[in-house]
Nanobody, 127 residues
């Protein structure tokens, strides 16, 4: 059974930084792409960032490019999301997700491509 556990959320002032972590277990972590999504109150879940199985080909939604960085440590079975220059509009519950297909040969950005999801961690950015 694949388990994903996020941590690192919290309350931060605008312009501040947070680093989210997602620890994975239950299958060979290094074989699968990972992603981060977020959902703000009253809004649809949206894609934030993705990284392929080897740590390459990062992709970001336009609103976070240049501010957020996704990375992974396959030795620790963990994916990270470094968030800098945070804005109030970044306030949301952040979820990590694991791809359903091993060694997928394209960036994975659609929620439907991810088979497993964490429970989420709240990020609140005050103005």
């Amino acid at each position: 059974q694949v388990q994903l556990v996020e941590s690192g959320g919290g309350l931060v002032q605008a312009g501040g930084s947070l680093r989210l972590s997602c620890a994975a277990s239950g299958r060979t972590f290094s074989n699968y792409a990972m992603g981060w999504f977020r959902q703000a109150p009253g809004k649809e879940r949206e894609f934030v960032a993705t990284i392929n199985w080897s740590g390459g080909s990062p992709r970001y939604t336009a609103s976070v490019k240049g501010r957020f960085t996704i990375s992974r440590d396959n030795a620790k079975n963990t994916v990270y999301l470094q968030m800098n220059s945070l804005r109030p509009e970044d306030t949301a519950v952040y979820y990590c997700a694991a791809d359903s297909v091993a060694f997928r040969g394209r960036p994975v950005v659609a929620g439907s491509d991810f088979a497993f999801w964490g429970q989420g961690t709240q990020v609140t950015v005050s103005s």
